[in-house]
């Protein structure tokens, strides 16, 4: 059964050789354009268009066409190639007469089928508006199969954008040159027809439809002067012997009659010498059920390193879960809106009122949308197994900075000798099956600060707790994150500095205190503060003008080169105006220099600032001390559950890896 793609959805290919059909309604120019696991195109000899038909595998058609039928042998295309995009582009959007626009068109529809003909998947792109290019399909190398994946990514800047968006240079140049191939030339002026000798003229029979051969009625047959052309000999289905009386390749003259034929008594065959015998179609090979999915294995993604290898393929789950997540919402809002729509329809139309048409109209749209929700729910199931699969493969093979508290990699864990690629802050997961976990992976050195919010948000889970609870969980959560951040960099390649102005963090610092990773003492009560904030911001403004003046090298001495951490408990509490605008400063300037804060604060209780802090709240990245689905993505607007990393109870790997970072120091 052909899967009926929606807008995101992706679906195993069970054949590497296929056929890609379009049909558009309108002359639309088709070509493919080959990527890296990026999505990048090399550059302009990767893009197979009009002009360039044929490249590493696919074949496109050399003219713009409302039907095309596009060929694509994924064995033959190079290695480094993981995707393949199949894009549409109106040539009338750049000038010549034509749709400008896929908005005026009928919606395009595509269909990816096996190499016997037999259809495996399709997708008919719909909300399309002033677009003019469009990226239909993705054909992808997930873990050695490939896949396919309904796109419908449009461009209102037609082919230029939507070969820029795909890292191409100078892509104007580029598109115009592939639409100048399908320009519309000057019409070629007929050559006025010949003169046929009367002796040359024959009787053309018409073609026989297929009703006419259903019914054995002749078809009627029209004079037609022509010039004979050579004919070669075709076989006869079944028998091998060729079609005789027709004239020979050679000379035109009669062919030949075998023994025992006309005009020696037998038969005299009547067929027009190009008529051909019908060939019995061949019989279909029975369609093999679609190969299981390959087995998962870690680090199956590009990369130098394994630690690359395994960040890639992290990320490349949470690709497919938000896309896979976000099919399923849209085939279930699409069954949705159809049944609202046949049942308006059923409503308004009174004769379905009679005679229990209604009900039943009624009926069959609830089972139509049963069935498209079934669908979808399947897909999902099976998509989400193959997730978890791959999870419960990659999870034990993370790295010490990739990895879960409760990894074993920690109680192995060394003090690395170079930085990695990034660390884990926590855990994602989507309301479809909260038990599958992507790891919240950032990468280092850090583009913003972190905001551990000790407010109740809009957490359920929050609303349990009381406040004092609330905020010994947060401070928990910041003093896990400090301890993952320093077992990530090298020996003193980072430093940590923490403000308590209250002193009411004693206890969860104590970790941090007592294993002697501190640059200092936290610092206490206004005076501290302001300490503190003096010494980074007059450090974010030496390094500023070093790099500004390219003077690296007339640094002071004594200047610690590490990256430097400024962990805030109970914010506001110590910070005067003059702190605020400190801190704001760091907030702003310090990431482009190694200096990044770490903030424990509920917004509510610095409200008395008013909008002054806003710019310090959205320039954090925002962590809860428990879950909760505030993290939003802009790619398909998921809502996104965050889970802060939690030690294991009575675990002692915390301490075990300060120590270690303690000792390294030394």
């Known amino acids: 059964m052909t899967a009926e793609l929606v807008r995101g959805q992706n679906h195993p290919l069970p054949d590497t050789r296929l056929e890609i059909r379009v049909s558009a309604g309108h002359p639309v120019l088709a ?14 000899e990767w893009i197979a268009h009009p002009g360039a038909p044929s490249l590493h595998g696919v074949v496109v058609t050399g003219e713009a066409a409302a039907e095309h039928r596009l060929t694509v042998d994924l064995e033959a295309v190079p290695g480094a190639v993981h995707r393949v995009s199949v894009l549409l582009a ?5 000038g010549a007469a034509g749709a400008a626009r896929f908005g005026a068109v009928a919606a395009p529809h595509v269909v990816v089928a096996g190499h016997d003909g037999s259809e495996i998947a399709s997708y008919t792109i719909t909300g399309l508006d002033s677009e003019s290019a469009v990226v239909a399909l993705e054909l992808y190398r997930r873990q050695g199969a490939w896949k396919v994946r309904a796109m419908g990514q449009g461009y209102d800047g037609g082919l230029a954008a939507l070969l820029g968006d795909q890292g191409l240079e100078r892509p104007a140049d580029l598109a115009a040159a592939i639409l100048e191939t399908v320009a519309p030339g000057p019409a070629p002026v007929a050559a006025p027809p010949q003169r046929v000798p009367e002796a040359e003229r024959v009787c053309h029979t018409a073609p026989v439809t297929s009703a006419d051969a259903a019914a054995g009625t002749p078809a009627p047959v029209t004079p037609s002067p022509v010039t004979p052309t050579p004919v ?29 034929a006309a005009p020696s008594g037998g038969p005299i065959d009547y067929s027009h010498p190009r008529r051909r015998a019908a060939t019995p179609a061949p019989a279909a090979e029975p369609r093999q059920a679609p190969p299981a999915p390959p087995a998962p294995v870690a680090g199956d993604a590009s990369g130098w390193s394994m630690d690359e290898r395994l960040y890639n393929q992290v990320w490349g789950m949470f690709e497919d879960l938000a896309r896979t997540a976000a099919a399923y919402r849209s085939a279930c809002e699409f069954a949705e809106s159809r049944l609202d729509r046949e049942l308006d329809e059923t409503l308004s139309d009174y004769r379905s009122r009679v005679g229990g048409a209604n009900d039943s109209a009624r009926a069959a749209a609830r089972a139509r949308h049963d069935e498209l929700v079934e669908r979808a729910q399947a897909v999902l199931d099976r998509d989400l197994a193959q997730l978890a699969a791959e999870s419960a493969v990659v999870e034990p093979a993370l790295p010490a900075a990739f990895a879960r508290w409760d990894n074993p990699v920690w109680h192995a864990y060394r003090v690395p000798a170079e930085e990695p690629m990034a660390v884990r802050l926590g855990d994602l997961h989507l309301p479809e099956r909260s038990e599958l976990r992507i790891p ?9 600060g972190l905001w551990v919010d000790s407010g109740r948000g809009r957490s359920e889970a929050a609303g349990l707790l009381d406040e004092v609870e609330l905020r010994r969980l947060a401070l928990d959560s910041a003093v896990a994150h400090t301890a993952r951040l320093l077992a990530a960099h090298p020996a003193g390649q980072f430093a940590v500095h923490a403000v308590d102005a209250a002193g009411a963090g004693a206890a969860a610092l104590a970790p941090l205190v007592e294993s002697g990773v501190l640059a200092a003492p936290p610092a206490r009560g206004a005076a501290g503060v302001s300490a503190v904030l003096e010494q980074l911001t007059e450090r974010v403004d030496l390094l500023q003008m070093a790099l500004r003046g390219g003077a690296a090298d007339a640094l002071p001495p004594g200047l610690d080169g590490a990256r430097q951490l400024l962990l805030v408990h109970d914010f506001p509490h110590g910070f005067d105006d003059r702190a605020v605008t400190r801190l704001r400063y760091l907030a702003d300037e310090g990431p482009s220099v190694g200096v990044h804060l770490l903030m424990v604060a509920d917004r509510q209780d610095a409200s008395a600032y008013g909008p002054l802090l806003d710019p310090l709240w959205r320039s954090l990245l925002r962590l809860t001390p428990v879950p909760d689905d505030h993290l939003a993505d802009p790619w398909v607007g998921h809502a996104w559950s965050y889970e802060p990393p939690i030690l294991p109870p009575g675990s002692a790997v915390l301490r075990q890896v300060l120590a270690q970072v303690a000792d390294a120091r030394r």
């Open 232 to 260: 070669t000999p075709t076989p006869v289905a079944g028998t091998g012997a060729p079609v005789t009386g027709g004239p020979t390749p050679a000379t035109g003259t009669p062919a030949p009659v075998p023994s025992g």
């Open 31 to 44: 070509g493919a354009t080959l990527g890296d696991d990026q999505g990048r195109v090399p550059g302009a």
């Open 90 to 94: 109106l040539p009338g959007a750049r």
């Open 440 to 448: 919240m992976l950032v990468r280092l050195p850090l583009e913003r």
